[in-house]
Structure formats: C-alpha cells, structure tokens
C-alpha cells in the first residue's frame, strides 16, 4: 500500500467541527466560503446558518443518529442543512433532484426520515406523493420561497434559532451521512459514510493529488447530492479554506461557461459527456475564456483520449481523469499533475489499496483484464438494510468495484467496463470501452455506448448506441460511414452487429450511461 498524507482524526470527532467551526478557530472567518449566482456567503455566515439548522432540527425533536432528508438544489442553504444536521449527530441524506416521486417514496420510507428539507421547486415533487403512504415524515421545511405544503418556511424557521451551538461529540466511526448509490445497473442503494471519511477523501484526492489550497475557486458540475459533486462542490473546498461556486440550475453549456467566466474557478470538475457537451457548443464570435482553469477533472465514466486531446487543443486545459465510486466515497485512482495517461484513469491514490483478480480471486497478470478490488479507509460500512448486497460488495478491508480493469507496467490503470456488461463474443471477452473509444472519434458523433443482444442463433452481439452531433443526420449514409469507419479499426467479432441512432443516452446524475436501461430499450424495440 503507497502511503497516505499524514493526517490523525481524533477518537472524539464530529465533521461539521472540522469542517466549518474551524475555519472561526483559525480567524478564517470573512472569507468567502460560497459563491451561489450574486450571493456570496462567508465561513462565519456559514457557521452561524449551521448552527441554527442544528438548533432548529433539535427543537423539531430530530435525535443523534436520526435521518435528515434532503431534496435541495446546489445553494449555500444545501451547506447549512447538511452539517447542520452532522453537528448535532443526525444524519443528513442528500438525494438525487432530478428522480420520480416513487423513487422520494422509496427514499423517505427507506432512510425513516423524520424531517425533509425540500427545494421550492420540487415541492411537486413530493405533493404527488400521498402522505399516508410516508410513514414516517412528519415536517416538511421549503427552502428558497414558501409553499402551502410545507410544514415550515426555511427563511423565517432558521431566523428564530440560535446561532450558538457546540457539537455533539461523536465518535470518528459514528454514522455522518448517507448517499444513495446512481443506479446505474438498478435500484439506488443507501451508503453509510462516517464522521472520518471526507477528511480522508480531502486529505487523500484533493490535498495529496490537486494541491488544493485556501486560494483555489472549486467549481463542479457534477451536483451535491451524489459523492462526487459533494466533495468538489462542498466539503473539498471547505477543508483547505477556499471557495466553492455552485450553480442550481442544470449544467447547461451556456450556464456553465457563463459561470466559469464571471467566477474564475481555478480547478473545474465534470463528466465526460459534459465535456463532450462543451466542446460541442458553439462560441460565435468569440472563443469561451477558461484561462483561470488550472486543471479539469473528470469521473462518472472513463474519459476517452479523443476527448482529453481535443478539450486541451480548443480551451489549454488537461483534464486528469479519475476512479470514484459512492461506496468509497470519492476517488481511488486517479491521474494527477504531470504524471497522466490519456486513456487511462492514471494511478493509485496514497493510502490506498488495489489488487486485480480473475473470477476465482487469482491475481492476473500485468495487462490482462480483471476484476478490480479496492481498501480504502473512506469506504462505507455497507448499505441499509441490503444485507445480501453488503456481503457480496465488501470482503473485510477490500470493496469489489464491479469494475473491470487491466494495470500495465508503469502503474496506469485502464477501464474494459462493468462486470456486468462484458461479454464473450466468438470465445474472446470484449469490452463495451474499447468499442465505445473507437466511435467517439468519428467526427459525427457525440456520445456512444455500447451493450449486447442477442442474434437469431442466440448468441450475444455488440449493439452500438449512437448520438449524433448536433446538425448530422442519423441516415443511412452515417450508418454506412460508421460501420466502414469501424471495419479499418476493429477485428470482426468485435464489430457492432447493429447501430441505432439516440438523440441522448439514458443517465445517472454522475453522469453514468445507464445500460441496463438500454438493454430494455432495444429488447422492446426488436
């Protein structure tokens, strides 16, 4: 194992602590701390809203221990709410914004959440769901405007509390938060992350690969609510002193350079199909001005080399992409400043663990594809109330991923694809990754993934889902142009059977191609 930063969390040990009375401790108190549209909020007006959502939640009979749910959109009142409820042990359980009311139903029920903080705009979101089929919810809080349903308005409810507040002394292993896993091979799964994680995913990924410091501006696309955008858009800035920009609304192309524009973050974090999504937008007359960017960052998906090259030729910006997951919290391998791989999702991180074995558990030789297996110290203890799950994920100190990769010599690691989603064709494993490079570097396509069906003979093909770029016509003369395309760079039995044309991809909010989803689509459309 490559040694990690050197860094003790205390027995004693509450995050919220850490993370934000801290900075009061340390005279850090006028920075700006949150940088939301024209609010700009400081680390004192941070750490008093978070006092007061910690005393509003007691007085509302919220326990240690007890779920906090959120529904919220990236605003400084997410901050607030969130270590608020970890300051006085509860637990906060931030939730995908862009789901369905069954999905809040299963969430509510499943966390016994008690009380819910809940965006204005997404109050009919949980309208449609009958109350008496929340079993547990009993106050309902609306954040950003008031609305007849809530129980509570956010504005005048936290202006009546406290802003003195000590924290509960917790314990370094008490339950912090949960995170509803993407779902992108089925039903969300709830991960119970500690009090000491994030400080190992800042100490380990932000301070130990990106040199984050108090003068950095994080900006992520990538959304709260899920482990990703939590630690780029919150508590990675948090840990250092620096500032975090957030942006509500969808990341649009045009939302998001604006907000790189008028904000000048320093280090900026995506998904690969954003990035995609980026460079596909048209600048008119003038190019976009992304100088203040040190760094792009990128997960959810492997980052194709295509993309990396072509970013870097039209904004100067190298995009070091990385291995997260929501069971480990954040990143586990990634590349880091000067010591990258276009292609690959670079090395291991310090202070943890990677090992790549066959079906048996066997290690494999370098370059050869397995199953890769992961110790790290941010790890969830497991997921609620999935005792079956729990077993077949963690093994002790290791976490399967479900990830295929191989290593080669010099340390890189590089993605073949889900375990679920490689298949033997003509007696040879074949990856959806390699097949899925290959199409993104036909100048007509935008975005491609690649799953298996079934010919007449029942056996299992590779199917490429296509989405055009913007102005190409999904026609005949595309579909004869990518299958030649393929033909000069692929063996035969790694080549399509058949290429259907998408206008997007069915997603995670992490920005994960959703293929078991595809799956279905093209059983009902044969």
């Known amino acids: 194992m490559i040694p990690a930063a050197s860094f003790t969390v205390p027995e004693i040990f509450n995050a919220a602590a850490h993370f934000v009375d801290r900075h009061i401790e340390e005279d850090r108190g006028s920075k700006i701390a949150i940088e939301c549209g024209d609010t700009r909020l400081s680390y004192g007006q941070l750490f008093e809203a978070v006092n007061r959502v910690g005393n509003g939640l007691q007085e509302l009979g919220v326990r240690m221990e007890e779920r906090v749910f959120l529904l919220l959109l990236d605003t400084p009142e997410f901050a607030a709410c969130f270590f608020g409820a970890i300051k006085i042990g509860a637990v906060p359980v931030p939730v995908n914004t862009l789901l369905k009311p069954a999905d809040y139903e299963y969430m509510l029920n499943d966390s016994r959440a008690r009380v819910a903080f809940v965006s204005s705009s997404l109050f009919p979101l949980l309208d449609a769901i009958p109350r008496q089929s929340l079993r547990y919810l009993h106050t309902v809080v609306s954040v950003g405007g008031e609305t ?36 992108s091979t089925g039903r969300s799964k709830a991960c119970i992350h500690l009090q000491h994680d994030m400080v190992v995913s800042s100490e380990s990924y932000a301070k130990g690969i990106l040199n984050i410091g108090d003068s950095d501006r994080l900006f992520s696309v990538a959304k709260l609510f899920f482990a990703y955008g939590l630690g780029n858009g919150l508590y990675f800035a948090l840990a250092v002193g620096a500032t975090s920009i957030l942006l509500p609304g969808p990341p649009r192309p045009a939302s998001i350079f604006e907000v790189i524009e008028r904000h000048r973050p320093t280090l900026f974090f995506s998904v690969p199909s954003n990035y995609a999504r980026l460079l596909a937008h048209d600048a008119g007359d003038r190019e976009f001005d992304l100088s203040s960017i040190r760094y792009g960052i990128s997960a959810g998906e492997a980052l194709p ?7 870097k030729q039209r904004f100067g910006v190298e995009i070091l992409d990385a ?12 590349n880091r400043p000067g010591d990258f791989r276009p292609g690959s999702s670079g090395k291991l991180i310090p202070g943890f663990d990677a090992k790549i074995v066959d079906d048996n558990d066997r290690p494999v030789p370098l370059g050869e594809i397995g199953n890769l297996l992961v110790k790290a110290d ?22 399967r991923t479900g ?8 340390g890189f690691f590089w993605y073949a694809g889900r375990s679920d989603d490689m298949m033997k064709v003509s007696g040879v494993w074949v990856s959806p990754i390699e097949i899925e490079r290959m199409l993104v570097e036909h100048p007509a396509v935008l975005e491609a993934a690649v799953v298996f069906r079934r010919d007449k003979d029942d056996l299992s093909k590779p199917v490429a889902c296509v989405v055009p770029k913007d102005g190409v016509a999904a026609d005949s003369e595309l579909l004869r142009s990518l299958q030649e395309f393929l033909a000069e760079r692929l063996p035969f039995f790694k080549r399509p059977r058949w290429i259907e044309f998408f206008s997007e991809l069915p997603k995670t909010a992490t920005g994960k191609v959703q293929r078991f989803r595809l799956r279905a689509f093209l059983v009902e459309r044969s």
């Not at 308005?153 to 802003?163: D, K, V």
């Not at 941010?378 to 976490?399: A, D, M, V």
């Open 323 to 334: 291995l997260g997951s929501t069971e480990a919290l954040h990143m586990m391998i990634s």
């Open 148 to 183: 007849g349903s809530a129980s509570l308005a956010f504005e005048r409810w936290i202006a009546g509390n406290s802003s003195k507040l000590r924290p509960e002394p917790t314990s370094r292993d008490d339950a912090a938060f949960w995170l509803y896993s993407s779902g």
């Open 378 to 399: 941010s790890t969830c203890t497991g997921y609620w109330n999935q005792h079956e799950q729990t077993k077949n994920t963690f093994e002790g100190h290791w976490l």
């Open 305 to 311: 080399a295509t993309l990396f090259h072509r970013f």
């Open 403 to 410: 990830d295929k990769y191989s290593l080669d010599t010099d």
